[in-house]
């Protein structure tokens, strides 16, 4: 952001509700936002502001503001649903605790970053991780115009209900990920848990590792392209699939249309269904 500030706050500790709110074309550096007081939204609906080398232990320090960098900061267990409704921002090299960290925010970049967060940015727009270790529950849970690289996932229940997902160079073990997602792409990734990607639509892995039980079930417009599964029994169940898979897979059951051709399948399951299953395995 340019440096256009007008007021400059420094070393000193604050715990007044609202302590700044409003705040606008202010810096903010080696501040603690902690104390007795215990005050709620110390920088709520400011504009246009850094905020650099802080720590919070407040609830709900950063609403409904817009325009502005988080620098080398950090939040803690206590600063509960920390940024909500933010607009145009930048994070880098923070820590961020608490649960619901990042909820209803647009256009915020996120680079270099720790987060361990339970439901984690959920209903976000425009959102980017570049370097980030994550530790959450429902993490991006029903956002949409993501884009993630070199992401260190671990949790449950990731990408649910996404939309709009591109993801490079990543390392995610989670369960159940991907669950109703539509338009996803990923990109040169370890994908380890189970149940991948369960009714999603326009799912497409290329270069993935993929392991666990069950994974890419009821889906719609799916493509494999050129991705090892490791440890994977009863796959594709249902789904529409254009799968090319390199190695083995342990199990393949009722797929329901589409291709898939992989070097060996341990088990093709054609079993008693209530919907009609047409598709096609190959083995090289």
Known sequence: MKNTYEIFIDNDTYDAERAFYGLMRAAVNNCTF???????????????????????????PLWHVEKFDLINSGMDEKTRAALWYCKNGNISGCNLSGIKALRECKSVIL????????????????????????????????????????????GKYSFQYTKDVKINDCDFTTKDAFW?????????TLLKGEYLGWYSDGLTLINCTISGTQPLCYCKNLRLINCRMENCDLSFEYSDVNADIIGNVLSVKNPKSGKITADGVGEIIFAENNIPCKGKVFIR
Not at 180 to 188: A, P
């Open 180 to 188: 109703h997602s539509k338009n996803v792409t990923v990109k040169n």
């Open 111 to 154: 680079n270099n970053c720790n987060i361990v967060s339970p439901e984690f940015g959920w209903r976000c727009k425009n959102i980017k991780l570049h370097d980030i270790k994550a530790v959450s529950e429902y993490f991006m849970f029903e956002s949409k115009n993501l884009v993630l690289d070199g992401v260190d996932f671990t």
């Open 34 to 60: 902690a104390g007795p007081a215990d005050g709620e939204s110390v920088l709520k609906e400011c504009r246009e502001i850094r905020v650099e080398n802080c720590n919070f232990s407040l609830r709900y």
